[in-house]
Protein backbone atom coordinates (compact mmCIF):
# COMPACT_ATOMS: atom_id res chain seq x y z
CA UNK A 1 0.00 0.00 0.00
CA UNK A 2 1.10 3.35 -1.03
CA UNK A 3 -0.27 6.05 1.46
CA UNK A 4 -0.34 10.03 0.10
CA UNK A 5 -0.30 12.56 3.10
CA UNK A 6 -1.26 15.72 2.02
CA UNK A 7 -1.74 18.93 3.97
CA UNK A 8 -4.45 20.77 3.07
CA UNK A 9 -3.91 24.34 1.55
CA UNK A 10 -3.36 27.57 3.14
CA UNK A 11 -6.81 28.97 4.81
CA UNK A 12 -7.98 31.91 5.31
CA UNK A 13 -6.69 33.94 7.53
CA UNK A 14 -8.52 36.28 9.83
CA UNK A 15 -11.82 34.48 8.87
CA UNK A 16 -14.88 35.89 11.48
CA UNK A 17 -18.07 34.16 12.68
CA UNK A 18 -18.16 30.25 12.32
CA UNK A 19 -15.50 30.13 9.76
CA UNK A 20 -12.59 31.86 12.51
CA UNK A 21 -13.50 28.06 13.53
CA UNK A 22 -13.11 26.62 10.23
CA UNK A 23 -11.83 28.61 7.86
CA UNK A 24 -11.97 27.83 4.06
CA UNK A 25 -8.87 27.71 1.47
CA UNK A 26 -7.69 31.06 0.74
CA UNK A 27 -6.61 32.20 -3.12
CA UNK A 28 -3.20 30.72 -2.82
CA UNK A 29 -4.57 27.74 -1.15
CA UNK A 30 -6.59 26.85 -3.78
CA UNK A 31 -3.28 27.58 -6.10
CA UNK A 32 -1.12 25.35 -3.94
CA UNK A 33 -3.10 22.90 -4.14
CA UNK A 34 -3.85 22.73 -7.80
CA UNK A 35 0.06 22.38 -8.16
CA UNK A 36 0.07 19.52 -6.29
CA UNK A 37 -2.35 18.10 -8.16
CA UNK A 38 0.32 16.85 -10.36
CA UNK A 39 2.31 14.94 -8.26
CA UNK A 40 -1.01 13.20 -7.41
CA UNK A 41 -2.01 12.43 -11.25
CA UNK A 42 1.15 11.08 -11.48
CA UNK A 43 0.96 8.62 -8.53
CA UNK A 44 -2.52 7.91 -8.88
CA UNK A 45 -4.67 7.16 -5.99
CA UNK A 46 -7.88 4.73 -5.44
CA UNK A 47 -9.25 5.93 -3.02
CA UNK A 48 -9.38 9.27 -1.13
CA UNK A 49 -10.03 10.10 2.56
CA UNK A 50 -9.98 13.63 4.23
CA UNK A 51 -10.35 15.82 7.43
CA UNK A 52 -13.74 16.57 8.31
CA UNK A 53 -12.29 20.69 8.50
CA UNK A 54 -13.10 22.95 6.07
CA UNK A 55 -9.56 23.25 4.33
CA UNK A 56 -8.86 19.59 4.37
CA UNK A 57 -12.14 18.87 2.66
CA UNK A 58 -12.05 21.37 -0.08
CA UNK A 59 -8.72 20.53 -1.09
CA UNK A 60 -9.21 16.83 -1.14
CA UNK A 61 -12.26 18.52 -3.86
CA UNK A 62 -8.91 20.01 -5.86
CA UNK A 63 -6.56 17.32 -5.86
CA UNK A 64 -9.18 14.39 -6.76
CA UNK A 65 -12.29 16.14 -8.78
CA UNK A 66 -15.07 13.85 -8.78
CA UNK A 67 -14.03 11.44 -6.65
CA UNK A 68 -15.95 10.04 -3.76
CA UNK A 69 -14.01 11.59 -0.50
CA UNK A 70 -14.45 9.52 2.19
CA UNK A 71 -14.39 11.94 5.71
CA UNK A 72 -12.64 10.69 9.13
CA UNK A 73 -12.79 12.41 12.34
CA UNK A 74 -9.40 11.10 12.86
CA UNK A 75 -7.65 13.06 10.01
CA UNK A 76 -8.41 16.28 11.80
CA UNK A 77 -6.16 18.19 13.34
CA UNK A 78 -4.97 18.11 17.07
CA UNK A 79 -6.47 21.46 17.31
CA UNK A 80 -10.23 20.68 15.86
CA UNK A 81 -11.78 21.28 18.41
CA UNK A 82 -11.14 25.09 19.07
CA UNK A 83 -13.20 28.46 18.59
CA UNK A 84 -10.31 30.06 16.52
CA UNK A 85 -8.29 28.49 13.73
CA UNK A 86 -4.59 29.95 14.51
CA UNK A 87 -2.11 29.62 12.36
CA UNK A 88 1.24 28.22 12.74
CA UNK A 89 3.49 30.07 10.47
CA UNK A 90 1.84 33.15 12.22
CA UNK A 91 4.03 32.17 15.43
CA UNK A 92 1.19 31.80 17.94
CA UNK A 93 2.62 31.56 21.64
CA UNK A 94 0.25 28.40 21.91
CA UNK A 95 2.06 26.33 19.56
CA UNK A 96 5.34 26.53 22.02
CA UNK A 97 3.04 24.43 24.28
CA UNK A 98 2.40 21.95 21.77
CA UNK A 99 6.37 21.79 20.36
CA UNK A 100 6.74 20.66 24.12
CA UNK A 101 4.88 17.84 23.79
CA UNK A 102 1.72 19.58 25.84
CA UNK A 103 -1.56 19.58 23.74
CA UNK A 104 -3.98 20.24 27.28
CA UNK A 105 -4.18 23.67 25.53
CA UNK A 106 -6.51 21.78 23.36
CA UNK A 107 -8.13 19.51 25.32
CA UNK A 108 -6.29 16.43 24.09
CA UNK A 109 -2.83 14.78 25.13
CA UNK A 110 0.07 13.98 22.45
CA UNK A 111 -0.62 10.23 23.68
CA UNK A 112 -4.37 10.43 22.31
CA UNK A 113 -3.84 12.33 19.52
CA UNK A 114 -0.50 9.70 17.85
CA UNK A 115 -3.46 6.89 19.16
CA UNK A 116 -5.83 8.92 16.77
CA UNK A 117 -3.53 8.96 13.87
CA UNK A 118 -2.28 5.35 14.16
CA UNK A 119 -6.14 4.48 14.55
CA UNK A 120 -6.77 6.04 10.85
CA UNK A 121 -3.38 4.81 9.31
CA UNK A 122 -4.29 1.52 10.25
CA UNK A 123 -8.44 1.49 9.25
CA UNK A 124 -7.31 2.77 6.14
CA UNK A 125 -4.71 0.24 5.58
CA UNK A 126 -7.60 -2.32 6.79
CA UNK A 127 -10.00 -0.66 4.24
CA UNK A 128 -7.03 -0.17 1.36
CA UNK A 129 -5.06 -3.28 1.08
CA UNK A 130 -2.97 -3.11 -1.66
CA UNK A 131 -4.12 0.09 -2.94
CA UNK A 132 -3.01 3.84 -3.06
CA UNK A 133 -4.63 5.87 -1.00
CA UNK A 134 -4.95 9.47 -0.63
CA UNK A 135 -5.73 11.16 2.41
CA UNK A 136 -5.81 14.94 2.99
CA UNK A 137 -4.66 16.19 6.06
CA UNK A 138 -2.70 18.78 8.65
CA UNK A 139 0.46 19.38 9.39
CA UNK A 140 0.25 18.18 12.63
CA UNK A 141 -0.96 14.62 11.73
CA UNK A 142 1.68 14.21 8.93
CA UNK A 143 4.99 15.41 11.16
CA UNK A 144 3.37 12.88 14.45
CA UNK A 145 2.59 10.15 11.76
CA UNK A 146 6.58 10.49 10.20
CA UNK A 147 7.57 11.09 14.38
CA UNK A 148 6.08 8.00 15.45
CA UNK A 149 7.64 6.01 12.24
CA UNK A 150 11.18 7.08 13.26
CA UNK A 151 10.42 7.05 17.06
CA UNK A 152 10.93 10.14 17.70
CA UNK A 153 9.02 11.87 20.99
CA UNK A 154 9.16 15.36 19.07
CA UNK A 155 5.67 16.79 18.02
CA UNK A 156 7.72 18.53 14.74
CA UNK A 157 10.89 17.58 12.85
CA UNK A 158 10.07 19.16 9.22
CA UNK A 159 7.41 21.86 8.55
CA UNK A 160 5.30 20.10 6.29
CA UNK A 161 4.49 23.25 3.80
CA UNK A 162 0.70 23.91 2.48
CA UNK A 163 -0.38 21.76 -0.47
CA UNK A 164 2.80 19.21 0.26
CA UNK A 165 2.55 15.44 -0.37
CA UNK A 166 3.88 12.94 2.06
CA UNK A 167 4.05 9.62 0.78
CA UNK A 168 4.59 6.53 2.93
CA UNK A 169 4.67 2.29 1.79
CA UNK A 170 3.43 -0.10 3.91
CA UNK A 171 5.24 -3.70 3.56
CA UNK A 172 4.01 -6.57 5.48
CA UNK A 173 7.84 -7.62 6.19
CA UNK A 174 8.59 -4.18 7.30
CA UNK A 175 6.30 -2.08 8.48
CA UNK A 176 5.58 1.54 7.25
CA UNK A 177 8.33 3.41 5.25
CA UNK A 178 9.03 7.06 4.40
CA UNK A 179 9.06 7.38 0.65
CA UNK A 180 8.94 11.41 0.11
CA UNK A 181 8.19 14.33 2.33
CA UNK A 182 7.16 17.99 1.92
CA UNK A 183 7.33 17.25 -2.08
CA UNK A 184 5.74 20.24 -4.06
CA UNK A 185 3.76 20.81 -6.86
CA UNK A 186 5.30 22.38 -9.90
CA UNK A 187 5.84 26.75 -10.40
CA UNK A 188 5.22 26.68 -6.76
CA UNK A 189 7.65 29.24 -6.32
CA UNK A 190 5.58 31.98 -8.21
CA UNK A 191 2.54 32.00 -5.27
Known amino acids: MILTLVRHGEPVRGATGAAAADPSLSPAGRKQLEAARALVDADGYDVVYSSPLRRARESAEILAPGA ?13 A ?50 RVLAVTHGGVVNNFFAMLVGSPRVALFQPGYGSI ?26
Not at 68 to 80: G, I, S, T
Not at 102 to 115: A, I, K, V
Not at 172 to 179: A, D, K, N, S
Open 82 to 131: TDRYLHWEDGAEIYEAYLAGDLSPWNTTLEEFRRRILDVVERMRGEARGT
Open 68 to 80: VVRVDDDLAEFDR
Open 166 to 191: NRFAYHVEEGWTPLELNALGPQRHNL
